[in-house]
């Protein structure tokens, strides 16, 4: 019987084998299932719920007429909306303006590489003739790589003294 460690190391060497031969294409969020948002829908209580309900971390904001994407919305932007104050908030208000696009025939290895000179943790994919086809996490390409997705619950990385006791 083998050991799983062996086991995860086949795995782990299988995907990093692929990462150069894989596309963009093959392991992006298709259009279809796309969540997008509005600049001008309201963020309340509903909208909200119909985001984290989608699984998505970031979201395509359109605009008004819903005929270019003028930005994207993160979750980490969200976490601080007061509801009950938020009579007046529309999505524009929370709307980073900075897209970067990705093309679907990229290979992984291209999309990694533009992850690490961008910082981003999202891109736009597009087709050869800039057809909005999909989307492309920072997480979908780290979780293709390892073959699983990295999971850790501890949150207190912005404090020192919970990161120094940290076991």
Same mark, same amino acid.
């Given at each position: 019987?083998?050991?799983?460690?062996?086991?995860?190391?086949?795995?782990? +060497?299988?995907?990093?084998?692929?990462?150069?031969?894989? #596309?963009? $294409?093959?392991?992006? +969020?298709?259009?279809?299932?796309? &969540?997008?948002? %509005?600049?001008?829908?309201?963020?309340?209580?509903?909208?909200?719920?119909? !985001?984290?309900?989608? $699984?998505? #971390?970031?979201?395509?904001?359109?605009?008004? =007429?819903?005929?270019?994407? &003028? @930005?994207?919305?993160? #979750?980490?932007?969200?976490?601080?909306?007061?509801?009950?104050?938020?009579? %007046?908030?529309?999505?524009?208000?929370?709307?980073?303006?900075?897209? *970067?696009? !990705?093309?679907?025939?990229?290979? +992984?290895?291209?999309?990694?590489?533009?992850?690490?000179?961008?910082?981003?943790?999202?891109?736009?994919?597009?087709?050869?003739? $800039?057809?909005?086809?999909? +989307? !492309?996490?920072?997480?979908?390409?780290?979780?293709? !790589?390892? @073959? *699983?997705?990295?999971?850790?619950?501890?949150?207190? =990385?912005?404090?020192?003294?919970? &990161?120094?006791?940290?076991?």
């Amino acid at each position: 019987m083998e050991k799983f460690g062996e086991k995860f190391r086949k795995i782990y +060497l299988a995907s990093a084998l692929s990462f150069r031969d894989r #596309t963009v $294409g093959s392991i992006m +969020l298709p259009k279809e299932k796309i &969540v997008f948002v %509005n600049e001008q829908d309201f963020m309340g209580p509903l909208m909200l719920d119909q !985001l984290y309900q989608s $699984g998505q #971390t970031h979201f395509p904001v359109t605009s008004k =007429d819903k005929k270019q994407l &003028v @930005g994207v919305i993160h #979750t980490s932007a969200l976490n601080s909306l007061d509801i009950k104050s938020s009579e %007046n908030d529309r999505a524009k208000k929370y709307v980073d303006s900075t897209i *970067y696009y !990705l093309r679907d025939d990229y290979t +992984l290895e291209q999309a990694m590489a533009a992850f690490l000179r961008t910082n981003s943790f999202i891109y736009i994919v597009i087709d050869q003739t $800039g057809k909005i086809v999909g +989307l !492309l996490t920072y997480q979908m390409i780290v979780t293709n !790589l390892l @073959g *699983y997705e990295p999971k850790d619950d501890f949150d207190g =990385d912005t404090s020192i003294l919970a &990161v120094m006791k940290r076991e």
